[in-house]
Structures are given as C-alpha cells and as structure tokens.
C-alpha cells in the first residue's frame, strides 16, 4: 500500500513530498507528521500560512477495484430496490461523511487478490469531520468532509453537491490530528471481513447514563397504554404514533403488524399478570384505559385488540391489517413507501408478523378464533407458495404473486413453524413440507447475501432482512433441531446484522439538541440503505443474538446483544418533557445523528431527533419481557 497526500489552498491544489524521518511539505504551506502506531497511523498537520484549507489523504491498493463495501451505507452498489438513494446506477464513486456508517470512515476495498480496509477514529471538532471515498486504485479521505456527486438528506432529496465550497480557515501555527486504522488481507467476502474487525474490538460497555430497567419496563408500558384507543364495537387498537406536529397525518392509522405492532401489544399486555404500581405517570395511563373500557385488567384489554383486528380478514385466509383512522379504508399496508401500487394488497410480512401474535395470544387467552384464523391465513400462504419455495412479498386476493422479491416471506415460515405447535398430526405433514421447501429458499438467500426488500416504507439493502432471516433459522433449529446448514446460515445473516449496529461512538455536534442529552451511537443501529438514521431496533436483534449465543455459545453475540440493550435505553422521557415533549415514556423513533432527515427537513439533521411512534415501544416491551424470562442476566 502506498500514501499519497495533497490540500487545496486558496483554491488552489498542491501535492505533498516526502522528506526524511515520515514528513510530507506541502511548499511552506502546511506539513503533516506521519506517526505509525501499530495497527494506526496518525497523521498531524501543522499550518505554516494564514489561509483557506482542505487536506485529503490517499491509500493506494496494489491491485485495482473490485467493488467496495461501506457498512449500513453501501452494500453490492446499492442496486437493489428503488428510491433516491446512492447507488452504483448514478454514479459509480461517491463520497460519504465519517457520521453516516456504523464505524466512522470504515471503507472495504476489495480486488481480485484481496482487500484493503480503512477507517478513522471519530472527530471530536466538527471542523475536521471527514468524508471517505472510492477511485479504480484506492481509497481518499478529505478534511472537511464534503458529500459527492450528491448528498442523500432525505426520502426526497438527493443535493447535488458539485458547486458546494468546502473549506476551512486556519492560522499559522494551528495545528490537528486524525488516527486511520489501515489494513489488509485475502478475504474478500466483505461480511466476514467487517466480522473479524469488530470482533476484535468489541466492547458491550456504554460510558454514559441509562436508565434501569424497572424505569424502561414502565415507561414502555405507560406509552403503549396511551397510544390505545377504542372502536365503535368497544374492542381496542394502538394508534400509530402521537403528537408529530406537521408529519401527524402520516401516523394517523392502526395496525396488527409493521409499524404498529398492535397485537403483539396485545401478547405483552396478556402475559402481564395483575399488579400494583407507584408509578404515577403509568397509574394514570390505567385509570385512563379503566375510563375507556371499565376495566384495567390488561388480560381482557389484550382480548379487545386481537378481537378487533378479526375484522381485517376481508376474504377466509386474506388479512390486511393496515386501517386510516381518517378514511376508514384498510389495505396490506398503507403507510409510506416507493409502490403505492400495492397498498391494498396482502403483504407477507404483515400476515406472518400479525398471525405469529395471534398464535401467541391464543397460547394465553385459549380464544379458540385466534387460532383458526391463524389456520386460515397458513392455507393461503401454503396454497399459493411459488414453485421455489418461496412465500413472496405482495398477493392478490385471489392468492396471485404480484411482487415476490426480497425476504417478507420469512414472516411466513415462522408463523408455520410456530403454528405446527397446535395442529393435530395429520395437519403438521402439508404444514411441515411446506416449511421444508420455505426453508430452502431462505437459505439460498442468506447464502448469496440477498439481503434487501424487507421494511415496507423503503425498498433497499435493511438490516431487517438479515433479521427476518436470522429470526426464521433460529426457530427452525429450536423446533426441529440443531444442523450445520441451518447454524451456517444463522451465522451469515447475524454477520449481515452486524454491519449495521454501531460499535464506536461518532461526532455528534455538542450543541445540537441531541448531543446536549448526552447521547451515544455506540450500540445503535442504522436502518437501511434508504434510511440513514438510527434506530431502537436492537432490542429485537438482542433478543436473537441470545438465542444465537445459547446455540453456539460464542460470547461475541452475547456481548453484541448486552452492547444494544444499553443503547436502547437512551432518549426516553421520563418527565416531566425530558424530550421537550409531554408523552411520559417518548423515545423518538428516528435519531437524525448525520446529514439526513426522514421528510427531507434540513433544520432536523445532523442532531436531532423526532417521531412518536407505536412499534418502538411494543417491540421494547415485548423484547424485554422475552429476554426477561429466558435470559435474566442480560438485564444488567
């Protein structure tokens, strides 16, 4: 590998030249020390002339360019999917800032022989924060960073950037530094690769304040027990998300399943047995559900939301979930998303999703119409499944595959296998091979790395298709055994999984209303190639990195697993308005951490944090209560 380095000055670009002893003088403008640290080099410039500056250090591979991985920014091109997101089809070198992946500046540049892989330790000034890009021989890094051909801020806006100046004015004798972690090797499977770096530098401990669990439990609890709303017939739904000021019309919907999540509410409310709280923000949030219902016994609030939800099987077997709370009209999933065209369709993901809660609300309440609902929606999905194997993504009515691409139909076979449970024998044989052949398909998938197409409101690279899949291979091997292929498999989507969590903190500007609450990257997740915030998803990926690590007995996931649960218990209000809000229990769904908003909102990135919604709470509750009873010591 070779360093080359050069700065634009006044507009203008010199390149550097080495001298003895590992300097390099840019004429008497500027010199940057070159100091090699083991597995680092730091590079620090010193600044001979008042002036105008950008730096930009170059690392050339021997070999030329393959393709190139970013984690939860650039994944095969990002040509898989559809919407405004960077991808190879645009442009075929990009630039991104050191604050948009799960390691700052972390780049895999991999050839025919190998790879190359760089990343930067995080700026603490944000005048030096970085951008890492690409070329045919090699891998740059500029100070300031500037984001190119175009920037990504928003599900609608893509910036051109070719006309941005970016610079900064330094004064002779003003001095920096940056730390690079630079190295190589012969894999060139970037998921192992990315894998065997964080292994090495995994440590689960969050330096920061969190809150206790006992703290976390009530304040999911009290939120969902707000977001719960009555019917017309007297049953229950939770209401998508509260409060969200210009974007509320978009959270003005229910669902069972996706970004509601109300029956799987539903399963944590029933498996709560009676009690007594001092919590007065919670006691309220009963004495209000007492009010709507006449009763607070969250046993029979559990059966008035599964009870309304039987109304979303419009056809035997045909559920669609998603209902307007404004227009009444219902649909597979009516939320946001790049194909309107599928709105009132059946997505697999919805139904397995939803049916996976009613099996598990039937194993409390013994309502025996939760299960043959359960019976009728598996005919569907078992009838219609696609000669590969495959569950699909998108039905008709009639049981027609209108869109099959990505890993939705993952939901399905959990839904089946956990569903064998309750079927007489003669009923598990077309079952069980319908499950035989899903299960194929799946693998093939995690085997190629055809992770993409899992979330509804994008259509992208996510890391929730390394999830489904994970989740589906970790049931398998607990109902029917532990096998090589089935583990190998788990293992690969869980490598997939891990490109997304954050394993360092990045730079988040002090004075933005995110870094004035003290809040850590470490531990996060990102969303999707689509979506370039943060997320609380990683109390499920936790949950199943337990289960991964009770398998295999490997401690990395159990340290992947206790790293996200601290995470997850930051930016929550516990009152009064801690979040500048008045929901007790808010924990926004979206942390804008980088140059990105979700609506394209310029004065909501690079610090902020936004949205009320239902499945950041249910997942949380019921993560919690599933990791409290079967792996207690996580809890820590």
Not at 203 to 231: A, Q
Not at 431 to 456: C, H, P, W
Not at 528 to 544: E, P, Q, R, T, V
Not at 600 to 627: C, F, K, P, Q
Request: hydrophobic letters at 35%.
């Amino acid at each position: 590998m070779e360093l080359k380095a050069y700065i634009e000055y006044e507009k203008r670009t010199i390149e550097g030249h080495w001298k003895d002893g590992g300097t390099i003088v840019f004429e008497d403008i500027a010199e940057l020390d070159i100091k090699e640290h083991g597995d680092s080099i730091e590079a620090c410039y010193k600044i001979n002339r008042d002036g105008s500056f950008r730096f930009f250090l170059t690392f050339i591979s021997s070999d030329p360019l393959s393709h190139v991985f970013i984690p939860s920014v650039w994944y095969r091109g990002n040509n898989n999917g559809e919407g405004l997101f960077p991808k190879e089809s645009k442009a075929t070198f990009w630039s991104f800032l050191e604050t948009r992946m799960s390691l700052p500046g972390f780049i895999i540049f991999i050839t025919a022989n190998g790879h190359l892989k760089s990343s930067i330790e995080s700026s603490r000034d944000e005048r030096f924060v970085s951008a890492v890009s690409w070329f045919e021989h090699g891998i740059t890094y500029s100070i300031p960073g500037k984001e190119g051909p175009y920037s990504y801020r928003g599900k609608t806006a893509l910036v051109d950037t070719s006309l941005d100046e970016c610079f900064i004015t330094l004064n002779k004798g003003d001095s920096f530094s940056r730390r690079f972690y630079i190295s190589s090797g012969p894999e060139k499977d970037e998921l192992k690769i990315y894998e065997s770096y964080v292994r090495a530098i995994i440590n689960p401990n969050l330096d920061c304040d969190l809150i206790s669990w006992h703290d976390y439990y009530e304040s999911k609890l009290t939120r969902l027990l707000n977001l719960t709303h009555i019917d017309e017939c007297g049953n229950a739904y939770i209401k998508m998300g509260e409060d969200n000021g210009k974007e509320q019309s978009v959270y003005e919907y229910t669902s069972a399943s996706f970004l509601v999540k109300s029956v799987e509410a539903a399963t944590a409310f029933a498996s709560i047995n009676s009690f007594s709280t001092s919590n007065v923000h919670l006691q309220s949030a009963l004495d209000r559900i007492k009010k709507l219902f006449g009763t607070n016994d969250l046993k029979v609030l559990a059966k008035r939301i599964g009870d309304h939800f039987l109304a979303a099987e419009t056809y035997p077997g045909v559920f669609q979930d998603c209902e307007s709370l404004i227009s009444g009209e219902r649909g597979g999933y009516l939320g946001i998303g790049e194909h309107p065209e599928f709105m009132y369709l059946v997505n697999s993901r919805c139904c397995g999703e939803a049916m996976c809660s009613y099996i598990k609300l039937y194993s409390i309440l013994k309502e025996e119409k939760y299960l043959a609902l359960a019976k009728r929606v598996a005919n569907f999905f078992i009838t219609n499944q696609l000669d590969n194997g495959s569950y699909g993504r998108w039905w008709d009515k009639n049981g027609n595959s209108i869109s099959a691409s990505g890993t939705n139909g993952a939901y399905i076979a959990v839904f089946l296998i956990k569903l064998l449970n309750y079927l007489e024998e003669d009923e598990k044989i077309r079952v069980k091979e319908s499950i035989d052949r899903a299960l194929a398909y799946y693998q093939a998938m995690a085997a190629n790395g055809d992770f993409f197409g899992d979330t509804l409101d994008a259509d992208s690279a996510d890391k929730e298709a390394g999830v489904s899949l994970l989740s589906l291979f970790l049931e398998a091997m607990e109902s029917f055994g532990i096998n090589s292929k089935l583990l190998n498999s788990a293992k690969y989507a869980a490598s997939f999984i891990i490109t997304w969590v954050w394993h360092k903190n990045s730079f988040i500007p002090r004075n933005s209303k995110l870094g004035q609450t003290g809040f850590m990257t470490k531990g996060m997740t990102s969303v999707s190639i689509a979506h370039h915030h943060l997320d609380f998803y990683g109390m499920l990926i936790a949950k199943d990195f337990l289960r991964l690590y009770k398998i295999t007995n490997d401690t990395f996931y159990r340290d992947e697993s206790l790293m996200m649960l601290s995470a997850c218990r930051q930016l929550i209000d516990l009152g009064p308005g801690d979040l500048q809000r008045k929901l007790y229990g808010y924990q926004p769904e979206q942390i804008n951490h980088t140059a990105w908003d979700y609506f394209s909102r310029e004065d909501h990135m690079n610090g902020t944090y936004d949205i009320d919604i239902a499945w950041n709470n249910v997942l949380g509750l019921s993560s919690y209560l599933y990791i409290k009873e079967n792996f207690p010591e996580a809890l820590i």
